[in-house]
């Protein structure tokens, strides 16, 4: 992979952070890297030091690889930290919460709220029979009951396991009975696009198809009966499934009544605080585990010096609670910093296209927190809508998920942040808890595309198949497999249930580093850049070439919005390229412009990745959290049929795609 092909990864655009963002920024002092480069264990001591601990670690890490303990003998509450530790310090007027519903209702909760509701719904928990070390799944929309929900379960120190509201009754069926959890907390239905996610239909569902672990089902009831007026709105006609007076509880019955106090348990820094499961592109659904202690040092510490928090900033992190992202960064770590935040349920395009920026105007939102897949999309969409709204409050933009295109970094740059605002491209994984290759935005210069450098106190490498660390027998710039050397407290302390799985997933390849999984690169001044898993790196003709690239060099094109590509089998070259667009705008695919965009990829990158074939589309299969399953695509390219699309966002896009081909290829 060092030959790997340099394109846009030649991008030469510096933006330094500017002098009245530095001047005012939590991190401005470059010796931390050095410093946290030496003594990792104290720098992340001190950072666990900011936490309210019940009891002092006596040994803060322990490593017989691949299994670490940080924080020993150490007791500690997340809920506590993220919650009563606020009030207590007088911070109980502050806003935590700016929730605002996808009919467009607003309700407004500070921590002092927080800590009313949250211990009365841990007493319905504990009424319910929960207790400490119990699992307890959460099925909901994405609301402050969702987070309330974590929060409680925190609080009595059971684990919880948070399955998307967009997934099927089979995947919660599965993740239930992996996990053995106790009880179902859900709604009766959530808001999407103007119409109701039956969320409660879909539990009953996965009951029916026997989860003999659940003892209850809480009910919070979100939308009401149809043709009922519930919290002032209207409800439309949906399936609310079948109430089952044994199992089924409303939360309304239970939790209001419930006395306001509840002791956070003291759990051990190494106690479980949850289980998410994350699919991966095959298989079984991993039940990634994260502890206590260490997971809540790493995201309240990456969360400070990654968004540069001050008291006065409107926080708004797009991500749903059912990825990792909305655990670490809607949760856990912005709330360890007592961060006013925007907590929004609904689609982005409803009821218009500018809805985003409407709520980025309407609550003066200071700092974005978003994907790539959002990005591009919003730049298919056209600028008039951003341009429609005030966005002048944004100070720092971020982005997470997927590599971001230059062209959509330079579009969010502009476009949402009038040029004035740092972009921070996160690079991390349900895996590692936490931000591991970021800027910190005072004072890391970024490059459209790279996620720069890695938090402090955090190593990341190059490695070849063999095991080779490629910087040090190479040096830069150089290419290969991302890997991580040394432990970090927030990184996953195996899979729920299958230690064996774990060893073999992320320990096995090499015998002294975490194996990430994705490609990477290194530039010549040490700036990650990253190249997606290394399931998508084709090899055209004895070259890899990353998707990523040739990718991005689409988006390049001015009529092309987002764009994927894959290696399709070829008798000559190994591999050869496919690519699959959608256009901006008003712009029609014909003849021509199909042409012109191929010799565009050959003018950037060069006549080897220009694309055989390249086809216009109006949507690309992509999974629930918005990554784009290359899979699929090559699935349909290669003339297979369909592997797995259970965690596929829209089945239809893939067989409209099928017939597409089918017709050229016919
Ligand atoms: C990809 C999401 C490039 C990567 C937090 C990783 C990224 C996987 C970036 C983890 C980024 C995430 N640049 N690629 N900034 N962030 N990825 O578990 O392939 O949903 O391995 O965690 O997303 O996805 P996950």
Redesign the pocket.
Known sequence: MSETIDTLLSEDRIYSPAPEFRAQANMDDLSVYEYANTDPEGWWAQWAGRLDWFEHWTKILEWKQPYAKWFLGGKINACHNCVDRHVIAGRGEKVAWIAEGEPGDVRLFTYSDVLREVQKLANALKALGIQSGDRVCLYMGQGPELTLSMLACARIGAAHSVVFGGFSATSIHERINDASAKLVITADGAWRRGKIVELKKIVDDAMAMGCPTIEKVLVYERVGAPGTLTNGLAAPEYDRGVWDDSRDIWWHDLVPNQPAECRCESMDSEDLLFILY?SGSTGKPKGIMHTTGGYLTGTSATSYCVFDYKPTDIYWCTADCG???GH?YVVYGPMANCVTQVLFEGAPDTPDKDRFWRIVEKHKVSILYTA?TAIRTFMKWGEEYPQRCDLSSLRLLG??????NPEAWMWYHHIIGDGKCPIV????????GAIM??PLPGMTDTRPGS?TRTFPGVYATIYDEEGNDLVRTHGLPVGGLLVLKRPWPSMLRGIWGDPERYEKTYWSKFSDAYF???GAKLDQDGFFW????VDDIMLVSGHNIST?EVESALVDHPAVAEAAVIGKNHDVKGQAISAFVILRGNVTGTEALNAEIRAHVAAKIGPLARPDDLFFTAELPKTR?G?IMRRLLRDVAEGRALGDVTTLSDPAVVSSLKSQYEDKEG
């Not at 982005?399 to 971001?404: C, D, H, K």
């Open positions: 994350t990825w990792i992202t670490s790539p982005t997470v998920g997927e590599p971001i491209d996160t690079w991390w994984q349900t895996e590692t290759i970021t996620a990430a999984g994705d990253l190249l997606g898993r990523m959290s990554k």
